[in-house]
């Protein structure tokens, strides 16, 4: 299975707007665009399908932009993904059976359905506050050792104190 680039920058484009919107104020699609390196054109259709589907709110002219619509936790990324892709399935006789006909006796199919089953459960117990979080979690992560040397530098250069 293959993730489209439409499902890809579907969920980049409600990271970077859950990211950068301050105060409900929206965030300019032009800036989205160059911060997530998605055409312009491609990215002017995602919002749509992403505001048609209630997770975008867009407003047009001179102060406009997009902003979610709801709170990052009430998106699921599942609904994200199927909103693009449809129904999430390894192969096409787990959703139709009478597709091939070893369906009933097939000695793999039950790979494929519990393969589904595990990807559906999995994007379909993350929402996007749980991505939000694990970026700013990986982001601490990353300044944490930064500023950590830069206390052992500062503690270095200090001149002793005398009690």
Same mark, same amino acid.
């Given at each position: ?45 995602? @919002?749509?399908? /992403? ?5 975008? +709110?867009?407003? *047009?002219?001179? &102060? !406009? ?42 000695? @793999?199919?039950? /790979? ?5 089953? +595990?990807?559906? *459960?999995?994007? &379909? !117990? ?38």
């Amino acid at each position: 299975m293959l993730v489209s680039m439409q499902a890809d920058y579907a969920l980049r484009v409600l990271v970077d707007v859950a990211m950068n919107q301050a105060q409900g104020q929206p965030v300019v699609t032009r800036e989205i665009a160059e911060r997530q390196h998605i055409p312009r054109v491609f990215l002017t259709k995602i @919002v749509a399908q /992403l505001a048609s589907q209630g997770m975008l +709110h867009t407003q *047009r002219g001179k &102060g !406009g932009g997009v902003t979610l619509n709801v709170a990052p936790e009430l998106i699921n990324i599942l609904a994200v993904i199927e909103a693009f892709e449809g129904h999430l399935m390894f192969n096409q006789c787990v959703a139709d059976p009478t597709y091939c006909l070893l369906s009933h006796s097939c000695t @793999v199919r039950v /790979l494929w359905e519990e393969a589904e089953q +595990h990807l559906t *459960r999995f994007f &379909g !117990g993350l929402t996007l506050g749980d991505i939000l979080e694990r970026i700013r979690a990986a982001n601490a992560a990353r300044v944490a050792p930064v500023a950590l040397q830069l206390d052992v530098k500062e503690r270095q250069a200090a001149p002793a104190r005398v009690r």
